[in-house]
Every structure is written in C-alpha cells, then in structure tokens.
C-alpha cells in the first residue's frame, strides 16, 4: 500500500469507527432509557433482547479467526449487543436483584456499598457473566474485538458506578425507570469528588493512546479495531465529564418520551 493510500485508509478508518460506535451507542442507549414501562412490553422487550443477544454470540463465533477489516466492526457489534441484553435485562426489570431489604440505609459507607451490590447483585452477575463468555471466546481466537468491547464497556460501567456512589453533580436520576428508582438510595452527595476528575483524565488518555495505535497500525484490522476502541474510551470519558456538569443533555428525550407513553 502507497503512503497516501494508507492516509487515506486512516482517515476512512477514523470517521468510519466514530460514526459506527456514536451511532451505536446513541441508539442502544436511548433503547434502553425507552424500554416499556408495562409488563406485557417488557416481556415482548425481553424476548427481542434475547434474539439479539443470541444473535451477537452466534456472530461472535463466527468471526474468531477473521481478521478481516469488516471483521473488526462485526466484533464491536457482537460485543456491543452482548453488553446491551446484560443491560436491557437490567432496565427492563427481569434480572436485577433481590430488591430492597425494607432497612434503613446504614451511616457506613461501606454498608451502603455492599447494600447497594446485594440489590443489584443479579444484575452485575449478568454483565460479569457476559464478560467471561466474550474471554473465553478470545481464547485462541484471533479476532478478539468483542472481548476488547465488552472488557471496556464492562470497565467504564463499574467506574461510573463507583462515581454515581462517591457522588457526582448530574447523577440522572430521571433516566432511571420507576423500577429502578430505588437505586438512588445509594448515590452520593450531588458534588464532585476528585475521582471523578481521575476517571475523566483517565479515559481521556485511554482515548488518546488508543486512536494513537490505530492510525500508526501496520493493517486494516489492527488499526479499525483500535479506533473502535478508541471512539469507545471517548464516550466513556465525555459521559464522566457529563456526570460532573449540571447541565441536562436532551439526546434521548424522544426515547423518553416514549417509554412515558
């Protein structure tokens, strides 16, 4: 390849990885916020979910030994589906937790904390379930872009989890649906800690490094798939950026909307 093919290669990957992974992500997200509040929609909900999810693991296996470029933005679907059935069965309400336990919230903040886990506890054990399935499927693989998407998806969930519980200025509560509104018993304080000005510089090296690897790799998968990577590391930094502003973002108002109807 001519040094201004792979110019031109590195910036098609760019915009293509943003586009593919924005999309996505927007989309998938404002599903989520949009599940049906009723049981029977839930149910239907919870059925289409599974189809997807099964669907994302049968393509996950399919694609292990291609390295391909269109296999890199197969492994960020297959493993970006996979992550969204662990938390569609979380806002959908059919795999939480056992609930509440009726106590009143202890001063300690690590009781908090470990109430705060036992609620939620089957749900965190769906989302860990789904990243030791997409591990053991990168075992020999040599396509490993669905573990790479889960294990990050997966990574940026748990911190966001644990500055939600610090305290942050704009937890969201109202993104939660009513079956969920018991998990604001657990958020901190409505200010920022200095965790969360980590995580955000955090993730922002993450971004920066990673789009780094993929525009100087040597191939067309290596180099889609650490802008895949990359693109998600981003958005992980802008919603902890998000989470310290108090300003209200209106990208899924419509999804919202929906769900209240």
């Known amino acids: 390849m001519s040094a201004d093919a792979a110019r031109r290669?590195?910036?098609?990957?760019?915009?293509?990885?943003?586009?593919?992974?924005?999309?996505?992500?927007?989309?998938?997200?404002?599903?989520?916020?949009?599940?049906?509040?009723?049981?029977?929609?839930?149910?239907?909900?919870?059925?289409?979910?599974?189809?997807?999810?099964?669907?994302?693991?049968?393509?996950?296996?399919?694609?292990?030994?291609?390295?391909?470029?269109?296999?890199?933005?197969?492994?960020f679907l297959a493993g970006g589906t996979l992550w969204a059935w662990a938390q569609a069965a979380l806002y959908g309400g059919w795999l939480v937790g056992p609930g509440s336990s009726g106590a009143p919230i202890p001063d300690s903040r690590w009781a908090v904390a470990v109430e705060a886990l036992r609620e939620t506890s089957w749900s965190e054990a769906a989302a860990l379930g789904v990243l030791i399935l997409s591990a053991v499927l990168a075992v020999g693989a040599r396509n490993k872009v669905t573990f790479g998407t889960v294990a990050l998806l997966w990574a940026a969930h748990q911190v966001a989890r644990i500055n939600v519980f610090l305290g942050v200025a704009n937890a969201s509560p109202g993104l939660l649906p009513d079956h969920l509104q018991f998990m604001t018993r657990f958020f901190g304080p409505p200010e920022n800690t200095p965790f969360l000005t980590v995580s955000v510089v955090f993730w922002?090296?993450?971004?920066?490094?990673?789009?780094?690897?993929?525009?100087?790799?040597?191939?067309?998968?290596?180099?889609?798939?650490?802008?895949?990577?990359?693109?998600?590391?981003?958005?992980?930094?802008?919603?902890?950026?998000?989470?310290?502003?108090?300003?209200r973002l209106a990208l899924w108002d419509f999804f919202l909307r929906s769900r209240s109807g």
Request: hydrophobic share 60%.
């Open 9 to 75: 290669d590195r910036w098609i990957s760019a915009f293509q990885a943003l586009g593919l992974v924005v999309l996505f992500w927007w989309l998938v997200t404002g599903l989520l916020f949009g599940l049906p509040a009723t049981v029977e929609g839930r149910r239907a909900a919870a059925i289409v979910a599974s189809l997807l999810g099964g669907s994302a693991l049968a393509l996950a296996i399919l694609i292990r030994q291609d390295r391909s470029p269109r296999a890199a933005w197969l492994g």
């Open 204 to 247: 922002t090296a993450a971004t920066l490094l990673l789009l780094r690897a993929g525009w100087r790799a040597p191939d067309g998968f290596t180099r889609r798939s650490a802008m895949v990577f990359g693109v998600l590391a981003g958005l992980a930094a802008l919603e902890h950026l998000f989470l310290g502003l108090s300003a």
